[in-house]
């Protein structure tokens, strides 16, 4: 029984050249979108935890997990041997990860993509979230306070909203001679809420903060969504190549390897991928061993559709993600094509059944 480094990336993917740092988040509302998708990924993208522990995997090393959708690709070594074993964890498995804080911009990402623009809090102890859906009336009886205009619409009117802003923006489409005009967000904020403004520093007049008459916190309906859900769509996310959702995938793709030290079944399903995908036979000689893959000529990595910010080699001969000067936003290679190794070599296990087509 070796001892095993786990390189497991609980909080983000590591670029070249780039230091660690921690960034745990528990988001506690929608507002969490707001953080811009760059600086969390930054953040992320220089964080990582490093796991010492003893787990039997029948001799073999797994060290420098990858990336691979919403999977992690380990290398391992064993000897002479070299190998790769891909991990991938369920719904369930990120969802705990999730609840636990890890990757919060990428469940603020997946929240909003399943229920839009709603209020919501974490409830890990009963693994789901609790939200409310905000009303479209201003004077719903679930809302305390609304907003209303001092000028009037075309109809006489004064215009209502359930924030400055919006009562502005009704204030405006409700005017005819303001057709095509669109309200200034930054003005009004600068205002404190209390004057409509368009354009540039046009002013429409006051607005006013009146509390509901009907307001009756009872009526506040709490409605609340499976953390597992939100994990199914976080690792849709992540196939389709997003970092901030890679960052929980990777990380409940650690936990499952660490977990094999107690589960046997996952033990042996990491030592037969290891040993199937082992560089340790003579396709030509050896029956039992794994064909090479023999993709179209010039390719060797999967060339996906987002940019990545680690500055890696976009050369599909370079047989590896090499560094290089981050000169631009060089297109990021994976290893999806014909489901090959680095080395060019097919990729056997539960989760990949051998060499396909390229795409």
């Known amino acids: 029984m070796k001892k095993i480094i786990l390189l497991a990336i609980m909080l983000g993917l590591v670029g070249c050249g780039e230091n660690g740092s921690s960034d745990v988040a528990s988001p506690t509302n929608n507002q969490s979108t707001e953080l811009t ?5 930054q953040a992320s993208a220089r964080s990582i935890s490093t796991y010492s522990m003893t787990v039997p995997f029948d001799g073999w090393h797994l060290f420098n997990p990858k990336a691979l959708g919403a999977s992690a690709l380990y290398e391992g070594t064993k000897d002479a041997l070299t190998s790769s074993a891909v991990l991938t964890a369920d719904a ?13 911009y990428a469940l603020s990402v997946a929240v909003e993509e399943l229920l839009g623009a709603v209020d919501w809090v974490m409830d890990p102890a009963n693994n789901r979230i609790k939200y409310t859906v905000k009303p479209l009336d201003p004077k719903d009886p679930t809302v305390q306070y609304y907003y209303s205009t001092g000028s009037k619409m075309s109809n006489g009117q004064s215009a209502f909203g359930l924030t400055a802003l919006q009562a502005c923006e009704n204030l405006i489409a409700g005017t005819t001679r303001l057709a095509g005009k669109i309200a200034n967000a930054e003005e009004i904020a600068k205002s404190n809420d209390r004057y409509c403004f368009y354009d540039q520093t046009s002013m429409l007049g006051n607005i006013y903060r009146n509390k509901n008459p009907a307001y009756d916190p009872s009526l506040k309906k709490e409605e ?13 996310n992540a196939d389709a ?42 396709p030509s000689k050896d029956e039992n061993c794994l064909p090479g893959c023999n ?6 990595f999967n060339k996906i559709t987002h940019y990545e910010r680690h500055g890696r080699n976009p050369d599909p001969n370079a047989g590896s993600h090499g560094c290089m000067e981050k000169t631009g936003s060089p297109v990021h290679w994976h290893y999806h094509v014909n489901n090959q190794l680095p080395d ?4 056997r296990g539960r989760y990949f059944g051998g060499c396909g087509e390229a795409p």
């Open 37 to 41: 998708s760059n600086n969390i990924q």
């Open 295 to 300: 993709p179209p000529a010039g390719v060797k």
């Open 92 to 104: 369930s498995q990120v969802a705990k990860v999730l609840g636990k804080g890890v990757a919060g």
């Open 224 to 236: 609340y969504l499976l953390l597992e859900t939100v994990a199914q769509k976080v690792i849709e």
């Open 344 to 347: 060019g070599r097919c990729i």
């Open 241 to 282: 190549g997003s970092l901030d959702a890679q960052v929980a995938t990777m990380a409940a793709a650690a936990q499952k390897l660490a977990d094999a030290a107690n589960d046997e079944e996952i033990e042996q399903e990491i030592v037969d991928d290891l040993e199937a995908n082992a560089n340790n036979c003579n």
